[in-house]
T-cell receptor, first 119, second 112 residues
Framework: QVQLVQSGAEVKRPGASVKVSCKAS????????INWVRQASGQGLEWMGW????????GHARHLQGRVTLTRNTSISTAYMELSSLRFEDTAVYFC????????????WGQGTLITVSS | QTVLTQPPSVSGAPGQRVTISCTGS?????????VHWYQQLPGTAPKLLIY???NRPSGVPDRFSGSKSGASASLAITGLQAGDEADYYC????????????FGGGTKVTVL
């Protein structure tokens, strides 16, 4: 059973940054990419970006340019998504998602992490 | 705004068949990129339902089927059950958006 285990919910002020972690199995880290998808309450899914844990290569949605940073710690098979300059509209559940390349499906999802931006 | 267009909602009685459309453009589905479908039950993370247009992962009942034609795709659910009440999302790749994966806006299926 594939498991992606994410860090817990956080509340942040506007303008702050947040870093969400996603722990995967060693096999997942060796073989798959880690994507990030978010979902505001009552809204649809929004793809944010991807990272190859093997190479460290990343890509992200154009509208998040400069605000999202994807990193990893291979020694503990953990991926991280950092979002900076938080806005109220960044309030959402953030999912880490396993995929393989640009064209393959997302075949396993983390449980989600609620990030609330509030003053 | 969402790149792939889905109807906001569809409904059907138990046992009936419903279909959900997913309409794209020449930079995504119309360019030949595959479509995947996800089911999101209330309060849970999405789950892969159909991959590469028409394939079911292990454990997904054959009541769920997918197809693709031109710049559109569709998901069909036959023998509708109460447990099928969920949100359904299509997803593809868009080559106009620097390697972006794109989702449809989602369709709420209600079992009457």
């Amino acid at each position: 059973q594939v498991q992606l285990v994410q860090s817990g919910a956080e509340v942040k002020r506007p303008g702050a940054s947040v870093k969400v972690s996603c722990k995967a199995s060693t096999d997942t880290f060796r073989t798959y990419d880690i994507n990030w998808v978010r979902q505001a309450s009552g809204q649809g899914l929004e793809w944010m970006g991807w990272m190859s844990p093997r190479s460290g290569n990343t890509g992200h949605a154009r509208h998040l340019q400069g605000r999202v940073t994807l990193t990893r710690n291979t020694s503990i098979s953990t991926a991280y998504m950092e979002l900076s300059s938080l806005r109220f509209e960044d309030t959402a559940v953030y999912f880490c998602v396993r995929g393989k390349g640009f064209l393959q499906p997302f075949d396993s999802w983390g449980q989600g992490t609620l990030i609330t931006v509030s003053s | 705004q969402t790149v792939l267009t889905q109807p906001p909602s569809v409904s059907g009685a138990p046992g009936q068949r419903v279909t959900i459309s997913c309409t794209g453009s020449s930079s995504n589905i119309g360019a030949g990129y595959d479509v995947h479908w996800y089911q999101q039950l209330p309060g849970t993370a999405p789950k892969l339902l159909i991959y590469t247009n028409s394939n079911r992962p292990s454990g997904v009942p054959d009541r769920f089927s997918g197809s693709k034609s031109g710049a559109s795709a569709s998901l069909a659910i036959t023998g509708l059950q109460a447990g099928d009440e969920a949100d359904y999302y299509c997803q593809s790749y868009d080559d106009r958006l620097s390697g972006s994966r794109v989702f449809g806006g989602g369709t709420k299926v209600t079992v009457l």
